[in-house]
């Protein structure tokens, strides 16, 4: 049975579906450069550059129409806390490694050398950066986060089948029987 694609608020025809209208909107653009020169006192610099660029443009009609992001896998999201926890490892180990010499002479009345205090600084700081393991995520943690996934698919599942009225920009689901859903 065909689906019916009339819009269910206005009853114009020809619904397009949301991937559609996504897809349309997004275009690959090309730039072509142009040459360029000037002249200063000393001489005439030319620079001359030409070639081709390309990129993607995207309508705002498209944008509005993009589907619900994925979400990061446990793993990523964790990764991800790796890094950016690492990263300030280093830069809080760095910093306390080049305060470390003047430290002990301040408090230990104590030259134990400026370099060599800095390099072991520096040693401790990778040490513990790449010693450093994160538990896992928790049980509880693992079950909220596939409630999410499940409920992100869900909403993917239902861009998938969801048009938009070309006049009024009503969205709704196309059902086969007289009962249509309409999305707000
Ligand atoms: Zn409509």
Not at 46 to 56: P, Q, R
Not at 66 to 81: E, F, G, T, Y
Not at 137 to 155: D, L, N, S
């Given at each position: 049975?065909p689906?019916?694609?009339?819009c269910p608020?206005?009853g114009a ?5 949301l991937?559609?209208?996504y897809s349309e909107g997004?275009?690959?653009v090309?730039i072509s450069s142009q040459s360029?020169s000037?002249?200063?006192t000393?001489?005439?610099i030319?620079?001359?550059?030409s ?7 995207q309508?705002?009609?498209?944008r509005?129409a993009?589907?619900?992001p994925p979400?990061l896998s446990?793993?990523?999201?964790q ?5 950016q926890?690492?990263t300030?490892?280093f830069f809080?180990?760095?910093c306390?490694?080049?305060?470390l010499?003047?430290l002990?002479k301040f408090?230990?009345k104590a ?9 072991i600084g520096l ?6 950066g790449?010693l450093y ?16 996934v499940e409920e992100?698919?869900k ?7 969801t ?11 196309p ?10």
């Amino acid at each position: 049975m065909p689906l019916d694609t009339n819009c269910p608020k206005c009853g114009a025809p020809h619904a397009k579906k949301l991937s559609v209208v996504y897809s349309e909107g997004i275009s690959t653009v090309q730039i072509s450069s142009q040459s360029l020169s000037a002249t200063n006192t000393i001489g005439k610099i030319e620079i001359s550059t030409s070639g081709n660029s390309t990129g993607i443009q995207q309508t705002e009609h498209s944008r509005s129409a993009a589907p619900p992001p994925p979400i990061l896998s446990l793993i990523d999201i964790q990764k991800m806390n790796v890094a950016q926890l690492r990263t300030a490892i280093f830069f809080i180990g760095f910093c306390c490694s080049l305060a470390l010499p003047f430290l002990i002479k301040f408090f230990f009345k104590a030259d134990p050398g400026f370099f060599s205090t800095i390099f072991i600084g520096l040693l401790i700081t990778v040490a513990v950066g790449a010693l450093y393991k994160p538990p896992g995520p928790g049980e509880a943690e693992q079950i909220a986060h596939q409630t999410r996934v499940e409920e992100r698919q869900k909403e993917i599942d239902n861009w998938n089948i969801t048009f938009a009225c070309t006049q009024c920009g009503t969205r709704f689901i196309p059902r086969e029987s007289e009962q249509r859903q309409v999305r707000h």
